[in-house]
């Protein structure tokens, strides 16, 4: 086993072009640079994410986002070759057209470095973010995985040992909250602004959106009834604009309660120790404090990512490389591909 490695990570499946050089040595994952170049701004005046665009920024973002995450840990590009271990990229899921332009990227500086490759998923990232600066968890962990694009419990037995054991059946979380702040004329992403007007209501203010799925028996969610709702209610309601704040309070507290109630009963089912929170959706305020606050009551141990690692960025992949470079699970230049549905 390597006791001390450097790896170069790749993150391109959205509408974030990101590197980071991430350092392990013996148990201590360490980040040296993480840089994340956001088109947020750019599919902003869209109301989302164009594919197309996507995929042109990257072209034009991914070498000079690479060279600085280099030069941010130290590292000359004459002489990186030689100090890394690896190259890592997430190779799915995400969208297809962004995604090749981080796996190429990787292909191609593992070939001219005569560095291997480690393919990392992109959910599995999410998770490893956990990991950053953290040593170790009890056995088995149980993680609430929510991000913009997917919603899943993943039994957590061990490293490489990850089983999805719910998911959402329709929207994801982050998509719930994302399509809320449509409906109410807040723009996109939605997550950080429903997050900001509910943390500035008074309460629900009476308003009463439905928990879904959260007394039915298993561990799958299901969010699009929930926006759907939310809909009917601003068309029956003249003053809605005058309660964006209540009803951005209530809307995120159905989420998070269906989330949490979910997550707390696949914890028990699977007699987790510890409950881990990943995806960009970890990112929301309220989430946080529920969760602690319910784990705690309930017994168990929890763990959440620092907020530089929530949203899509490179240093988690690269921490997830880490642990798959010790056991040595590389892949070659040839196999190496996008993987738009990739799963766990
Ligand atoms: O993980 P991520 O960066 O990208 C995907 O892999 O999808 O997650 C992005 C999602 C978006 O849907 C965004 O609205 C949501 O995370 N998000 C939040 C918050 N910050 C970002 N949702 C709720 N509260 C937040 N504070
Ligand atoms: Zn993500």
Redesign the pocket.
């Known amino acids: 086993m390597l006791s001390l490695m450097l790896i170069l990570a790749i993150e391109t499946?959205?509408d974030?072009t990101a590197a980071a050089v991430v350092k392990k040595d013996g148990s201590d994952v360490t980040v040296l640079s993480n840089v994340v170049s956001s088109q947020i701004e750019l599919h902003r005046q869209f109301g989302g994410v164009v594919p197309e665009v996507a995929a042109r920024e990257h072209v034009k973002a991914i070498l000079p986002v690479i060279e600085t995450a280099l030069a941010e840990a130290g590292l000359e590009k004459e002489t990186a070759p030689s100090q890394l271990k690896a190259i890592a990229v997430a190779t799915g899921p995400?969208l297809v057209t962004s995604l090749i332009v981080g796996v190429e990227t990787a292909k191609t500086l593992a070939h001219a470095w005569g560095l291997p490759l480690v393919a990392v998923n992109?959910i599995e990232g999410?998770i490893y973010a956990n990991f950053i600066g953290q040593a170790a968890f009890k056995l088995p962990a149980l993680v609430l995985t929510?991000?913009?694009?997917?919603t899943n419990l993943v039994l957590f037995r061990g490293h490489g040992a990850l089983e999805i054991v719910g998911q959402t059946r329709d929207d994801?979380?982050?998509?719930a909250?994302?399509k809320a702040a449509q409906l109410m004329d807040l723009g996109y992403?939605?997550?950080?602004v429903?997050?900001k007007l509910a943390s500035e209501a008074e309460g629900p203010g009476g308003i009463e959106l439905p928990r879904p799925m959260l007394d039915r028996p298993g561990f799958d969610f299901s969010f699009s009834g929930l926006k759907t709702a939310l809909l009917y209610q601003l068309q029956k309601d003249p003053a809605w604009r005058e309660r964006v704040p209540a009803y951005a309070a209530e809307f995120?507290q159905a989420v998070i309660d269906v989330l949490i109630g979910k997550t707390l009963k696949a914890a028990r089912h699977y007699q987790a120790k510890t409950v881990l929170l990943a995806?960009?959706?970890s990112?929301?305020?309220r989430?946080r404090q529920d969760l602690a606050q319910a784990t705690a009551q309930a017994g168990l141990a929890f763990h959440l990512p620092d907020l530089a690692y929530?949203?899509?960025n490179a240093a988690m992949i690269g921490a997830a490389a880490c642990f798959k470079a010790e056991r040595s699970d590389f892949t070659e230049v040839a196999d190496l591909k996008a993987q738009p549905n990739q799963s766990l």
């Open positions: 499946s959205c974030e995400g992109h999410h929510v991000s913009g694009g997917h994801a979380a982050g998509e909250f994302d992403p939605g997550g950080p429903i997050s995120q995806g960009g959706v990112a929301n305020a989430l929530t949203t899509d």
